[in-house]
């Protein structure tokens, strides 16, 4: 898998779990730590590990394994690490508080099919 698929699976897996407001970044020649960037939301912290639990299940069963997982425990932003697509996903209020799309906001948003409900 290439990384632009990695980060698009961790896209789906998000949505999958019931993701809010799931976004890929190409971050390509842009950042010296990643190609791309996926951000998602959950409702509180349960959810944001659910969520986080989801990728790292879904992304294993295509033999891609993260390096590094931060924020685990009830901290509201959980930071995976898959080598050069990194997941970030948030409760509503860190997102809003620490807003990295701004940081990123003219890089290019990757498109990927959501789930029906």
Not at 12 to 38: C, E, N, P
Not at 59 to 77: H, I, P, S
């Amino acid at each position: 898998m290439n990384n632009r698929e990695i980060a698009v699976l961790a896209a789906k897996a998000l949505d999958g779990k019931k993701g809010q407001d799931i976004v890929v970044l190409d971050v390509t020649g842009r950042a010296s730590f990643a190609d791309y960037l996926v951000i998602a939301s959950g409702m509180n912290d349960r959810q944001v590990a659910a969520l986080c639990d989801e990728v790292e299940d879904r992304l294993a069963k295509e033999e891609v394994f993260g390096r590094n997982t931060e924020g685990k425990g009830n901290t509201g932003w959980i930071l995976m690490d898959f080598d050069d697509v990194i997941v970030n996903v948030f409760t509503e209020e860190k997102r809003a508080h620490y807003n990295i799309e701004r940081l990123w906001g003219d890089c290019p948003h990757v498109e990927f099919e959501v789930t029906e409900e």
